[in-house]
């Protein structure tokens, strides 16, 4: 709790100081309005370049309180050919999102073939130092490059986005070129991380699966019926248990689906994630369901001596919960977020 004092401190003086340059610059603008007209306001901002060095910085807010102020300044091609440039070059999700509510259908339609050529050579750039620090893994990065390259051509035509040469070769195939290494990469994580969960889920079937024929307490010698079949405990051992096997069957299937699939770059986009998410949900379901068979079958043997047994089973039990959700859920939420929800296609809520 001392350790996150600072921190807790630092973000209060960092909301407190964000709030106050929003204040400062929504009392400027006023002021600048009432002593100049509109088309001079627009002219300022324009030659000041204020706004693309807020946007430039990722102060999203200060941008929006410009552009709804003065919506004016997207009429200019050039400050919105800047604009543009900040947002690929930056990768600025926010922005670009920003710009989306303003003009939804034309967000990059509209631009000269020069200007096309200068924004989509700064897309196909790649660099590892544009990693972002919330991405669980090579395939989740590869995933983000192709959003954006999917982001960037919706607003053009895609017949002309598609064939327009960059260097003699189609835009697609340069995209992919400057991406070689990280195709290798997410190909491997992919491959490595399947492996190994598949033997996870490997385990837990062999477990669940001998743990149906070995019921807790044993069987009735004549009829084979189990003895504490009436005990609702066992009922939850039952059900847990074949929980677990069909979940832990279906996640293997999934990571068998994702070693054998072909591996075209295209993939990384929807399908082996997707594929990657199901099987990691199956998998952890399975973790659940074996940890509460095993809390019931071990009530159901100590119940009979020790009444209250159940309390620290469950506490024991609640524990790698717990610590699975600090370690890793995380990870598995922006797994989930960036396959079916992708930030660049999320409506913006602005800090105010």
């Not at 309005?33 to 693309?52: P, Q, W, Y």
């Not at 994580?189 to 019921?215: G, N, Q, R």
């Not at 082996?272 to 095993?294: D, E």
């Not at 699975?324 to 660049?344: C, D, H, N």
Request: charged residues 20%.
């Amino acid at each position: 709790m001392l350790r996150a004092a600072p921190f807790i401190r630092r973000s209060g003086e960092m909301k407190f100081t964000h709030t106050c340059s929003l204040d400062l610059a929504k009392l400027a603008l006023t002021k600048m309005n009432k002593k100049f007209d509109a088309s001079e306001m627009v002219e300022i901002l324009l030659t000041s370049g204020v706004v693309l060095d807020a946007a430039s910085r990722g102060v999203i807010e200060i941008v929006d309180l410009c552009l709804k102020k003065f919506p004016e300044l997207l009429w200019n091609n050039n400050f919105k050919e800047e604009l543009r440039k900040e947002i690929v070059e930056g990768r600025h999700v926010e922005l670009f999102r920003l710009l989306r509510q303003y003009n939804p259908s034309r967000c990059f339609a509209g631009i000269d073939e020069s200007k096309r050529m200068i924004r989509t050579e700064a897309l196909i750039k790649w660099s590892p130092r544009c990693v972002p620090p919330d991405v669980s893994g090579a395939a989740f990065l590869l995933q983000r490059e192709l959003q954006w390259f999917q982001a960037m051509s919706a607003g053009a035509s895609v017949s002309k986005w598609l064939k327009f040469q960059l260097h003699k070769k189609p835009l697609w195939e340069v995209f992919v070129e400057q991406r070689k290494e990280l195709f290798k990469e997410a190909e491997q994580w992919m491959k490595d991380t399947s492996s190994s969960c598949s033997l996870v889920a490997t385990l837990i079937i062999t477990v669940a699966f001998a743990a149906a024929f070995t019921v807790p307490g044993g069987n009735n010698g004549s009829m084979g019926i189990p003895i504490f079949l009436n005990k609702g405990s066992f009922m939850v051992f039952a059900v847990a248990d074949g929980l677990a096997l069909l979940s832990s069957v279906t996640a293997t299937l999934m990571f068998l689906t994702i070693l054998t699939s072909r591996y075209t770059i295209e993939d990384f986009l929807q399908s082996l994630p997707s594929k990657m998410v199901m099987g990691l949900t199956f998998l952890i379901l399975s973790l659940a369901s074996m940890l509460v068979a095993f809390s019931s079958a071990l009530t159901i043997v100590l119940s009979e001596r020790l009444k209250w047994i159940y309390i620290p089973i469950t506490l024991l039990a609640a524990f790698p919960v717990v610590l699975f959700a600090i370690l890793q859920l995380p990870l598995y939420i922006e797994m989930v977020e960036s396959t079916y929800w992708p930030r660049l296609y999320r409506p913006l809520k602005l800090w105010k």
